[in-house]
């Protein structure tokens, strides 16, 4: 008889894909996760989450042990697939939360498949043919931002901030070379909007340089940074002796979908780099992580609009592509696939203009005497990552190949049609204002006000008269208590899941105005989800008298 170990061993080795042909257990293998999505389907219902709501239970987790024997597969898919309870349906025409769109089928396909051979992207000797996809969709993107692909490099990472720490890093080796062998040298700042991403403070904090030495500079009405602004900042930092690791343009930021003038803050670093006679030049990242997509209307006839979208609609996605069209300039830029490009977490893409700034950073190989055997291409030489997955650039992969330029300007069209028509709805409520009017993007931020307030004038007042702050304040009161009340209703299976952003903005005079968040990238969403949206924030807001 065999030792214990070995039986159990066979036993065991059914819970594993075979390395073999086995049409048998493959059947088996496909068997079980048909289970697990029968058991997730069964949890849908018109509600935009799965099951009943819940909260997670911290206590119980944390009691949780190791047991001592193996479980059967079956019991744990069951135990698998409770942990989906009282998710939000990403997809669902009533999830407005935020930028998270629902993966498509082909992208889902694009994690499993890497997801059952587990390659890693540190060296083709590892991945194999999955590099050739990463590099596939590095030469599709940098075409479509208006990079050449012959001369353009870039690296899936592990987020939006990831690409932006990339970035970053790339133009603090620029500013202080020799940086990544013997440390940082000087005072290095980055530059970048009040709209822009927190991600700039952990960056900078994460890489030495310290959040003290982001440098802030206001966003004007429109949430684009203010040039001037932005040049009296950098021409302060460059006379004061200090370096600029980075400018980062925000393109398309996460609550008001504010694009910076990215073609004007790139001829502004020019100047400035000519005039105090820089040994470097002044590293420009566009933080395109959410824009970036609405490069495939870069080439679209607005005139002839054969997609056929409303008037509104056209001149929203025209205006946010005249400032999109600009992202060849930068020296560096992040795009992040799980947030517009429908495919799931994680699949975060940084684009160099020049391949070989990826030289600044990379190690020498004689400090891996154990990687890099064989094969020709050896990312993990240059990326932060030593382990990096396939599922960001398969996923990514599966969605182009699916979706092309015309899917996504039909699934972002519709995004900013469905936009266009609840900012519509809102301008038709007296007691309603959008609050990134200005902004064309498929989120729309407002507010709701008491009935004895001019909604024409009151924006004017909560940002600039400093004596109407206690109604400033009792305004985001109401519409905190607005938000609770439909969030409360959509986590019991009605109303609209929408969201709430504490600070859209800050006051001239310090104080943060909070608004409500609609956020559509569901291609499910219509005309009835959006103005269910209406029906249920006016419900919660009472009477307001």
């Not at 066979?10 to 042909?21: D, E, G, I, M, W």
């Not at 398309?252 to 780099?273: H, K, N, P, Q």
């Not at 590293?283 to 959410?290: K, P, Q, R, S, Y």
């Not at 105005?513 to 419900?539: Q, W």
Request: proline fraction near 5%; charged fraction near 20%; aromatic fraction near 8%.
């Amino acid at each position: 008889m065999d030792p214990k170990y070995q039986q159990l061993l066979t036993t065991l080795r059914t819970a594993f894909p075979q390395p073999v042909s086995d049409p048998v257990h493959d059947s088996y293998v496909v068997f079980s996760i048909l289970r697990a999505l029968d058991q997730v389907d069964a949890m849908k219902s018109q509600a935009p989450i799965l099951g009943q709501p819940q909260s997670p239970d911290y206590a119980a987790a944390m009691a949780s042990r190791l047991d001592m024997n193996s479980r059967p597969l079956e019991d744990v898919v069951r135990e698998l697939v409770r942990y989906l309870e009282g998710m939000f349906i990403w997809g669902h025409p009533r999830s407005q939360l935020n930028v998270t769109p629902v993966p498509s089928v082909a992208s889902v396909i694009g994690v499993l498949l890497p997801a059952l051979f587990n390659p890693n992207m540190c060296s083709d000797e590892s991945a194999l043919k999955f590099s050739e996809a990463e590099a596939r969709v590095v030469a599709m993107a940098a075409d479509l931002v208006g990079y050449d692909p012959a001369e353009s490099g870039g690296v899936f990472t592990f987020g939006g901030t990831g690409t932006l720490l990339y970035g970053v890093k790339i133009g603090l080796e620029k500013a202080c070379p020799g940086a990544l062998q013997s440390g940082l040298c000087g005072d290095a700042v980055v530059l970048a909007s009040t709209s822009g991403h927190y991600a700039n403070y952990t960056v900078a904090a994460w890489l030495g340089l310290g959040q003290d030495r982001v440098i802030s500079v206001p966003a004007d009405d429109a949430n684009a940074i203010d040039l001037a602004a932005l040049e009296s900042k950098a021409r302060e930092a460059l006379a004061g002796g200090r370096k600029i690791a980075a400018i980062v343009a925000t393109m398309g930021s996460t609550d008001a979908f504010g694009i910076d003038d990215l073609s004007a803050i790139c001829e502004m670093r020019d100047r400035l780099v000519d005039e105090f006679k820089l040994p470097y030049r002044i590293h420009v990242h566009a933080d395109a992580v959410i824009g970036w997509a609405w490069s495939v209307f870069n080439d679209y006839d607005y005139a002839a609009n054969e997609l056929e979208f409303r008037g509104r609609t056209v001149r929203a996605l025209a205006a946010a592509q005249h400032l999109i069209r600009h992202l060849g300039q930068a020296d560096s830029i992040g795009i992040d696939f799980h947030k517009t490009g429908y495919v799931p977490y994680v699949s975060s893409l940084v684009l160099f203009r020049r391949r070989e700034d990826l030289d600044l950073i990379t190690r020498r190989r004689d400090t891996m005497p154990y990687l890099f055997q064989s094969g020709e291409h050896h990312p993990g030489m240059f990326t932060l990552e030593t382990s990096r997955s396939a599922t960001g650039p398969m996923s990514a992969l599966a969605s182009l190949l699916l979706l092309g330029r015309e899917g996504l300007r039909v699934l972002l069209g519709h995004a900013v049609e469905m936009s266009e028509v609840l900012r519509e709805m809102i301008e038709a409520q007296p007691r309603m204002s959008v609050m990134n009017r200005d902004n064309v993007g498929p989120v729309t931020l407002f507010r709701v006000y008491p009935k004895d307030v001019d909604t024409f004038k009151v924006k004017q007042r909560e940002q600039h008269d400093k004596a109407y702050r206690e109604r400033l304040l009792a305004h985001n009161e109401l519409n905190r208590q607005i938000y609770e009340r439909v969030h409360a209703e959509a986590l019991a299976g009605s109303g609209v899941a929408i969201s709430l952003t504490d600070c859209y903005r800050r006051t001239d005079y310090g104080e943060p105005i909070n608004a409500l968040k609609s956020y559509v990238l569901s291609p499910f969403a219509d005309e009835g989800r959006m103005r269910s949206v209406l029906t249920h924030v006016l419900a919660a807001a009472g009477s307001g008298d």
